[in-house]
């Protein structure tokens, strides 16, 4: 989302991320794009800090839950009215007019942000067997239906009461990878099905998952 009413560098923006391949929303009212944000998601924010009432849009971005921390924020200015990074929150800004090549690479950063945070939660569903145990007793079989960077959904057809550390171990389709971690139940519903959250996962072994996922969402 772009909050600005100056179309000439608006119309600079458009351009520079339509050719990173990214949407853009410009909002003229801070108003209208707070009032936005609240029901919708996006993956990054743009804010002129000469449009009028931008100052007061950014303080409440910082006090408002609907506005995720880790949301790439790039603030703009003229040059009499450059702005303190730290009191807005921003972790990008360019000066206008707008260089375009400060903008691509500025933009570039960001998009790598954006890109880094969806990969982290995307959740792939996935159909493969998935062996949990707990200690040398229990040991489980279940069907993985989805997998995460920082954990899986499985469905198990019972009640899953396992207060202490999981070792599980299932397949990564498509490569010769089994993976093999500990993890602790997060959530469970009464279909039978919970939510486990890794807690070790050798680095080696974390980079091929990391690369699998970035695979599959880019495939999509």
Not at 56 to 65: A, D, H
Not at 133 to 141: A, D, F, I, T, V
Not at 193 to 208: C, H
Request: charged share 20%.
């Amino acid at each position: 989302m772009v909050v600005s009413r100056d179309w000439q560098e608006v119309s600079v923006l458009e351009c520079i991320l339509g050719g990173l391949h990214i949407e853009c929303d410009v909002q003229s009212q801070p108003e209208r794009a707070q009032a936005k944000l609240e029901k919708s998601k996006i993956d990054a924010l743009i804010v002129d800090c000469d449009l009028s009432g931008s100052d007061r849009f950014l303080r409440n971005l910082q006090q408002n839950f609907h506005f995720p921390l880790n949301t790439p924020l790039v603030v703009m200015s003229g040059p009499r009215l450059r702005p303190d990074l730290d009191a807005t929150g921003a972790l990008f800004s360019f000066q206008k007019p707008i260089s375009v090549e400060q903008a691509v690479r500025t933009l570039s950063a960001a998009r790598n942000l954006i890109l880094h945070g969806r990969l982290r939660y995307h959740r792939q569903t996935i159909d493969v067997p998935v062996s949990l145990s707990c200690g040398q007793k229990q040991r489980l079989q279940a069907d993985l239906l989805n997998l995460s960077q920082g954990g899986i959904g499985v469905h198990l057809g019972r009640d899953l009461d396992v207060r202490q550390p999981l070792q599980l171990s299932f397949k990564l389709p498509g490569t010769r990878y089994t993976v093999k971690a500990s993890g602790e139940i997060a959530w469970t519903d009464k279909q039978g099905n919970a939510g486990i959250r890794f807690l070790d996962v050798p680095e080696r072994l974390q980079k091929s998952l990391q690369l699998w996922l970035a695979q599959q969402y880019f495939a999509q």
